[in-house]
C-alpha cells in the first residue's frame, strides 16, 4: 500500500471494528498499518472479507496473522507455488537472461542459493533436492520476511555484454508484469548486489570452462 491508502485502509479498519463491536484506536490502526503496508490495499480489502465469511473464524475479529494468512495462503502453499514459477522460469527463459520475478522473496530466495544462473545449472537429478531446498527457505521468509533482496537476477548475457561494454538490455519481467517492476524498484543496494552477482557467474562460467583432468 502507498500513503494515498492510508484513508482507504482506515475506513476499512472502521468497518471491520463496527462489524465486530470492537473500538478502532489510531494506535490499532497503525499496528495493522505496519503490518500490512507492504501489501496491495486490493489484496488486504479482499482478505478481510475472506475472514469474515470464514466459517471457522470468521466470528472472530481478525488479527494481522489472520489477515496474512488470506494474502499469502500458508507457508507451504505459497513457497509450492513459488517453486513451480521459478521451475517454468528455468525451462522457459534459462540462464542467459536476467529476470525479475513478482515476488521479491523468490529473489531473497534464489540469492540464497547461489543466484539464477548457478539454480538453472543444476541436473534433472538434483532439482528434486534444489525444490525442497527453495521451498524450506521461502517457507523462512514467509514468516520473517527479509530486509533486503535484489532488484532483480543477473544472466550469463548481461553479464557478458557488461564486461564487454555492450547494450544491457533491461530484465524480463516474470509474472504480473507491474508487480515484477515495483520488486525491481524496491530491491536495495542494487550496484552491490548485481557485482555481487556478478562475480557468482564468472566463477561459474569459468568453472564451465576450466579443460578436465585426463585419467
Not at 478481510?48 to 500458508?74: M, T, W
Not at 534464489?110 to 534433472?124: F, H, K, P, R, S
Not at 533436492?129 to 533486503?148: I, L, S
Not at 550469463?156 to 561494454?165: D, H
Amino acid at each position: 500500500m502507498e500513503t494515498h491508502d492510508i484513508s482507504k485502509f482506515t475506513t476499512l479498519m472502521a468497518g471491520i471494528g463496527e462489524l465486530y463491536a470492537k473500538t478502532i484506536s489510531a494506535q490499532l490502526i497503525d499496528i495493522y498499518w505496519q503490518v500490512l503496508k507492504s501489501y496491495e490495499i486490493q489484496d488486504v480489502q479482499l482478505a478481510f472479507h475472506s475472514h469474515i465469511q470464514n466459517p471457522d473464524c470468521g466470528q472472530y475479529f481478525p488479527k494481522p496473522a489472520d489477515v496474512l494468512r488470506f494474502i499469502e495462503g500458508s507457508g507451504e502453499t505459497k513457497a509450492l507455488q513459488a517453486w513451480a514459477v521459478v521451475e517454468k522460469a528455468i525451462y522457459l527463459v534459462g540462464k542467459y537472461q536476467s529476470l525479475a520475478f513478482d515476488d521479491p522473496l523468490i529473489h531473497a530466495v534464489l540469492e540464497d542459493m547461489g543466484g539464477w544462473v548457478q539454480l538453472c545449472a543444476i541436473t534433472l537429478e538434483d532439482m528434486p533436492f534444489r525444490a525442497n531446498e527453495f521451498q524450506k527457505r521461502y517457507m523462512g521468509f514467509v514468516q520473517r520476511r527479509p530486509n533486503r533482496y535484489p532488484p532483480y537476477l543477473l544472466g550469463i548475457t548481461e553479464f557478458e555484454n557488461s564486461k564487454n561494454g555492450y547494450e544491457v538490455k533491461a530484465p524480463l519481467l516474470i509474472g504480473n508484469a507491474q508487480k515484477a517492476a515495483q520488486v525491481i524498484r524496491g530491491g536495495g543496494g542494487c550496484a552491490l548486489e548485481i557485482q555481487e552477482q556478478g562475480r557468482v557467474v564468472a566463477k561459474l562460467l569459468a568453472s564451465l570452462t576450466e579443460p578436465k583432468e585426463k585419467h
